[in-house]
Protein backbone atom coordinates (compact mmCIF):
# COMPACT_ATOMS: atom_id res chain seq x y z
CA UNK A 1 0.00 0.00 0.00
CA UNK A 2 1.28 3.11 -0.72
CA UNK A 3 1.08 5.96 2.00
CA UNK A 4 2.76 9.28 -0.18
CA UNK A 5 2.82 11.75 2.85
CA UNK A 6 1.08 10.09 5.60
CA UNK A 7 2.94 7.69 8.56
CA UNK A 8 1.75 4.43 10.25
CA UNK A 9 3.34 3.62 13.86
CA UNK A 10 2.18 0.23 15.94
CA UNK A 11 2.22 0.88 18.82
CA UNK A 12 1.60 -1.40 22.47
CA UNK A 13 -2.09 -0.50 22.51
CA UNK A 14 -2.89 1.60 19.28
CA UNK A 15 -2.21 2.10 15.61
CA UNK A 16 -1.17 6.06 15.46
CA UNK A 17 -1.80 6.80 11.73
CA UNK A 18 -1.15 10.46 10.44
CA UNK A 19 -0.97 12.50 7.78
CA UNK A 20 0.87 15.84 7.35
CA UNK A 21 -2.20 17.89 5.47
CA UNK A 22 -5.34 17.93 4.87
CA UNK A 23 -5.22 18.26 0.74
CA UNK A 24 -6.87 15.53 -1.17
CA UNK A 25 -7.92 13.68 1.87
CA UNK A 26 -10.14 11.34 -0.48
CA UNK A 27 -7.01 9.84 -2.16
CA UNK A 28 -4.79 9.17 1.44
CA UNK A 29 -4.81 5.32 1.66
CA UNK A 30 -6.76 5.61 4.81
CA UNK A 31 -9.56 6.80 3.51
CA UNK A 32 -9.35 4.54 0.29
CA UNK A 33 -8.57 1.18 2.32
CA UNK A 34 -8.64 0.93 6.38
CA UNK A 35 -12.21 2.07 6.39
CA UNK A 36 -13.22 -1.19 3.91
CA UNK A 37 -11.84 -3.45 6.70
CA UNK A 38 -14.77 -5.42 8.39
CA UNK A 39 -12.72 -4.48 11.79
CA UNK A 40 -13.24 -0.58 11.30
CA UNK A 41 -16.58 -0.88 12.74
CA UNK A 42 -14.82 -2.15 16.17
CA UNK A 43 -12.18 0.93 15.61
CA UNK A 44 -12.27 4.61 16.95
CA UNK A 45 -10.43 7.41 15.27
CA UNK A 46 -9.73 10.44 17.01
CA UNK A 47 -7.46 13.72 15.48
CA UNK A 48 -4.31 15.25 16.79
CA UNK A 49 -6.00 17.54 19.27
CA UNK A 50 -8.20 15.34 20.85
CA UNK A 51 -5.01 12.68 21.41
CA UNK A 52 -3.30 15.32 22.81
CA UNK A 53 -5.71 16.31 25.80
CA UNK A 54 -6.46 12.68 26.03
CA UNK A 55 -2.49 12.11 26.41
CA UNK A 56 -2.40 15.23 28.78
CA UNK A 57 -5.64 13.67 30.80
CA UNK A 58 -3.89 10.05 31.22
CA UNK A 59 0.22 12.04 31.92
CA UNK A 60 -2.28 13.76 34.99
CA UNK A 61 -3.14 10.32 36.97
Excluded at 40 to 61: A, P, S
Aim: net charge positive; aromatic share 18%.
Amino acid sequence: MSLGNEEIHFGELAVYWGKYDEANYKKTAYARYLVKFPCYKQMTVRNGKTYEKIYQKLMEN
